[in-house]
């Protein structure tokens, strides 16, 4: 009986590690824009797929760049998908303006040192190694996690670039943000059908397969990877947004938008700052639970993302503890009810306290509540 | 006087042109079905209307009180005419069936328009994209329950309703559903019409303009919200129970996101507070689905692009707020809009 528990009590903090981190993507967006970004659920299952092409193209299960061809032909290749993401870089950073007569070398450097890596590294990885043994995986993993970071971010802020800024830009009513972002992530869930069928692919196991024994319950090493993953991240969240420049910048945009471009702190910088780091926190909570679920579908996203947001709103939205306490109680419910009731019931559960909370405390349990002047 | 008849007139000319037709043989059965869907389609885009352009909130929920129209009144029918294992015995001859089926169609309204309170009470205090949620989630909260009753079938889905059908042939042979349906759109458009351009009506474009001045001027905004959110679901709901009948099998995976989705980029693209504009919507987003048949899965990129381009470049849709008679003033002749 005992050890049930504890073998429950864990299943429900890797649950709540996964809700967590997709939590502190909508609390960060929310916080600084005050938009409920829909979409961000589905940026967790994009986020999920990268970590798998990443994961399954670094073990050289398929070559990006056709074998047995002269070399010039090789680094064309390469040269040609690190021009894709170099110019998707390019259109995150900005260039600065520099006074007349003086010459900024920074920007194209930037630039051209990412396009030199990365065409190094497709070039180096693009013929398809064979990487079997164990160390070699944990190789693979150490490189795909920061990858699949950097690279659903990268999807992130596209997706704020060309839906959110020029509605924000015009002005527009916050309705149409929010359909929008609805929109997106639906075109996310079924362009990614339409791109790549619905047959559901297995992500590799990375992590050797390791278990502990924790007072009689089992815990493998790819769960407690996630829950020390989680914590980590909320740690450095919460240095970043209480301790750095940033952050103070981030906190300054959620309290007055109109205000802080004249104080000369960046708007649009930190926009794109939030985004890329809610997004990149989406896509490592879907490179973890691909890695314990590692069955992947198009719409495992929708679910998750959906549950993470009930957990946001239950810690109370724009509140970043709120979020992370609230993924981990939100995790710990359903698990107890399904231990108790069934497994089905879950997510009726789960959206009945949602509409509980937002009738009765909508601004949740560490929100707090904003007056409106007439 | 011309005014008074012109309308009926030719409501009625339509619904004998409807019947007429298919025994001449100019309309098959592929033709019928399309009218079919596009009639539901202009029950779902102008009951949504009400909620998402004329009183300016965001529901996008719609398709969980579809739903519950459409299981409502299908067990309903099936309860009362078809022998059933769940439900056992049917209680009335089929030959009641043309007389009952409005009772049946009432008993979804009724059904949906309840289940809308689960919406309307919290909209009392939560606004904006909170209220969007609450909707969403009731949608979810919907469906799952409906999945979770194994009388209905569970996630499987539940049929019969096609012998009611068949039954209502058998005492007339008529295009039944679509006559059906002519009349649940021509009730939907007649009574949000009268909605709309009556002292409630203006209440709640009076909640959509300023809530907190709307309460001042007395305008008993709770008591607005709940009668459009209920009418608005209960529309829904009848639009539901039509669907059902239509294709005589309901599912809860046909209730889901996808079909909230449909419902708000007809509302959009006619326009925010205007029923003639969600009608031609309803109508123009019919054809297109019908081009866009071919797409199978890729419908579903193009259909949210379609309302992502709609909020850049031009939110107020095709019509705006104007009617069909503010852009064609010649058109006051024939009928009084407002």
């Not at chain 1, 003086?102 to 070039?123: D, E, H, V």
């Not at chain 1, 990487?131 to 993993?141: M, N, Q, R, Y």
């Not at chain 1, 509605?167 to 997106?184: D, E, F, P, Q, S």
Request: with cysteine.
């Amino acid at each position: 009986m005992f050890d049930t528990v504890i073998q429950q009590a864990f299943n429900a903090l890797q649950l709540g590690s996964y809700y967590s981190l997709i939590a502190l993507g909508y609390c960060l967006v929310y916080g600084v824009l005050l938009l409920i970004n829909f979409a961000h659920g589905d940026i967790f299952m994009v986020g999920a797929y990268i970590a798998f092409f990443a994961a399954t193209y670094i073990m050289g299960q398929h070559a990006l760049i056709p074998p047995n061809s002269p070399i010039m032909v090789k680094l064309v290749f390469a040269g040609f998908f690190a021009l894709i993401i170099t110019a998707a870089v390019s259109f995150a950073i900005k260039k600065k303006p520099v006074a007349a007569g003086q010459k900024n070398y920074s920007y194209p450097a930037i630039l051209g040192g990412i396009f030199i890596t990365i065409t190094a590294a497709i070039y180096y990885w693009g013929q398809g190694m064979k990487l079997e043994s164990g160390a070699d995986k944990i190789l693979v993993f150490a490189v795909t996690m920061p990858l699949t970071m950097i690279l659903t971010s990268v999807v992130g802020v596209f997706i704020e670039r060309v839906a959110y800024k020029p509605l924000r830009l015009k002005g527009a009513n916050r309705l149409y943000v929010v359909i929008t972002a609805l929109m997106m992530g639906i075109i996310l869930e079924y362009g990614n059908l339409s791109l790549l069928g619905t047959s559901r692919l297995s992500f590799p196991t990375l992590l050797p397969r390791i278990v502990f024994d924790v007072a009689g319950a089992k815990v493998s090493i790819t769960k407690l990877s996630a829950i020390a993953a989680s914590f980590l991240m909320f740690a450095l969240l919460q240095w970043i947004v209480t301790r750095t420049k940033l952050g103070m910048a981030m906190r300054a945009v959620s309290y007055d938008k109109f205000a802080v471009p004249l104080m000369g702190i960046p708007l649009d910088a930190v926009i794109v700052f939030t985004f890329f780091l809610g997004s990149s926190m989406a896509g490592l909570a879907g490179m973890l639970y691909a890695m314990n679920f590692p069955v992947l579908d198009p719409f495992m996203g929708a679910l998750v993302g959906w549950k993470a947001f009930v957990a946001a709103v239950v810690g109370g939205i724009g509140d970043i503890r709120g979020a992370f306490v609230g993924g981990f109680l939100l995790a710990f419910l359903e698990v107890i009810v399904a231990a108790v009731f069934s497994s089905e019931l879950r997510d009726l559960i789960s959206f009945t306290i949602l509409l509980g909370i937002l009738t009765w405390k909508p601004t949740g349990l560490f929100g707090k509540p904003k007056t409106t002047k007439i | 006087m011309g005014n008074r008849i012109t309308v009926p007139a030719a409501l009625c000319a339509l619904l004998f042109l409807m019947v007429a037709m298919p025994h001449v043989g100019l309309l098959g059965q592929y033709g019928i079905t399309f009218l079919c869907s596009m009639g539901i389609f202009i029950i779902l885009s102008a009951s949504l209307n009400l909620v998402n352009g004329y009183m300016g909130e965001f529901s996008c929920g719609h398709a969980g009180f579809m739903a519950v129209g459409a299981y409502t009144s299908s067990v309903v029918g099936v309860f009362l005419f078809v022998p059933d294992q769940v439900f056992g015995q049917p209680w009335l001859p089929m030959a009641l069936t043309p007389f009952a089926f409005p009772v049946i169609l009432a008993a979804g309204f009724i059904a949906a328009a309840l289940a809308g309170l689960v919406v309307a009470i919290p909209s009392f205090k939560t606004r904006g994209d909170y209220l969007a949620v609450i909707t969403l989630a009731a949608s979810y909260i919907i469906k799952s329950a409906i999945e979770n009753v194994e009388a209905v079938g569970g996630p499987r889905g539940f049929a019969g309703m096609g012998k009611i059908v068949q039954g209502m042939d058998a005492v007339v042979s008529i295009p039944w559903m679509m006559v059906w349906i002519f009349l649940g759109v021509t009730f939907t458009i007649w009574i949000l019409r009268r909605f709309v351009y009556s002292t409630y009506g203006k209440g709640v474009m009076a909640i959509h303009q300023d809530e907190v001045a709307a309460e001042i001027m007395s305008v008993n905004t709770n008591k607005m919200k709940l009668i459009a959110f209920m009418l608005s679901s209960g529309l829904a709901g009848l639009a539901g129970g039509l669907y059902a009948y239509l294709i005589s099998f309901v599912n809860p995976g046909s209730f889901t996101i996808l079909r909230s989705t449909e419902c708000l980029v007809m509302v959009y693209l006619g326009g925010m507070g205007s029923l003639t504009g969600s009608v031609l919507s309803a109508i123009v987003f019919a054809i297109l689905l019908e081009f866009l048949k071919p797409l199978e899965q890729l419908k579903w990129v193009a259909i949210p692009l379609l309302l992502i381009l709609l909020m850049q470049f031009r939110p107020e849709g095709i019509m705006g707020n104007r009617e069909l008679s503010d852009v064609f003033p010649k058109l006051k002749r024939f009928y009084r809009f407002k």
